[in-house]
């Protein structure tokens, strides 16, 4: 079992950063790929960025590229995701998961999930 933590949410204007926060309950978190996803209203959970085992390996959907940065800190036990120029249109619940190893972009192949923080951006 991992319980993850996200922390970091808030309200900020358009063009503004955020860093969001996850933090794994697990000892082993270094085995586990991390992705984060976002849900806004009337929509489906999608994709926003994932990252392997060690770091090595990210990927991202093609809305955020260039903007958001996925990264880990094994030794913390915290995966982070830095975005920046953000748009009214990132605003959404945001999730963090994980999965042994590798990533996907496939939200049904993440076995735990943490409980979201809320992302909002004013134009």
């Known amino acids: 079992q991992v319980h993850l933590v996200e922390s970091g949410g808030g309200l900020v204007q358009a063009g503004g950063s955020l860093r969001l926060s996850c933090a794994a309950s697990r000892r082993t978190f270094s085995g586990y790929a991390m992705g984060w996803f976002r849900q806004a209203p009337g929509k489906e959970r999608e994709f926003v960025a994932a990252?392997?085992?060690?770091?090595?390996?990210?990927l991202y959907a093609d809305s955020v590229k260039g903007r958001f940065t996925i990264s880990r800190d094994n030794a913390r036990n915290t995966v982070y995701l830095q975005m920046n120029s953000l748009k009214p249109e990132d605003t959404a619940v945001y999730y963090c998961a994980c999965r042994p190893l590798t990533t996907t972009q496939v939200a049904d192949e993440y076995n735990y999930w943490g409980q979201g923080t809320q992302v909002t951006v004013s134009s």
């Open positions: 990252i392997n085992w060690s770091g090595g390996s990210t």
